[in-house]
């Protein structure tokens, strides 16, 4: 919500007077005073108003989990495990997932208790490369390069895929980046060719790499400097 409408929500505040708050200085979101009125203002933001806290703010939690094989990347699930009950029970609470991968699929998910920020990371055109690792049933033939670097149609959403980049590593070993995310994509996309996928691995989500240290079903929080490399990347 913008900042001049949150004040004029307040009690005894009419919207000239939250204008007035603001241009005085009156108004604190994380300690700075702020004169734009269309500030958003959001709830892990604290607001004080003439020396008055009127919201704390409560903290945004945004996590790097390597997900196991064998999860399913939801927040609850009557059958399997989910990703979630990989965290200790205190620390589940508010959190949801920033995209999903495949029951079977390992590798970077992301966790967070900020929606906007999910959103921005989990659009299916969202232009943050993905980049896995595959391990595929066939050999991997030197001219798929070119069918994923031209994209392929996707009949279901009536869509051509965006160019996408494979790097053989070996017969039946390669790296695929993806700047987009559709169901199931990297299993459709070799799919095409008949070449069942099966491994899959998600190294890294834009400029954040999946830390070597965390082991399957183990997170850890973004660090400031992982937060702020994904803040300045396109999505
Ligand atoms: N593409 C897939 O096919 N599966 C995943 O889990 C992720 C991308």
Redesign the pocket.
Known sequence: MRIDRFVTNLPGFTRQQARLALALGEVLVDGQAVQDPCLDIRPFNSVTVRGEHVQLGYPARYLMLHKPAGCV?ATSDPEHRTVLDLLPDDERADLHLAG???Y??TGLMLLTNDGQWSRRLTQPDSKLP?L?YVETEQPIEAHYSQVFAAGLYFAYENLTTRPAQLTVLGPRQAHLT?VE?????????FGHFQNK?TR?H?LAVGPLTLDPALEPGESRPLTPAELQSLSASPA
């Open positions: 990347s999903r991968l495949d079977n699929t993905k896995y993806l995310g559709r169901y199931h994509q990297v299993k459709r996309m996928v899959l998600r």
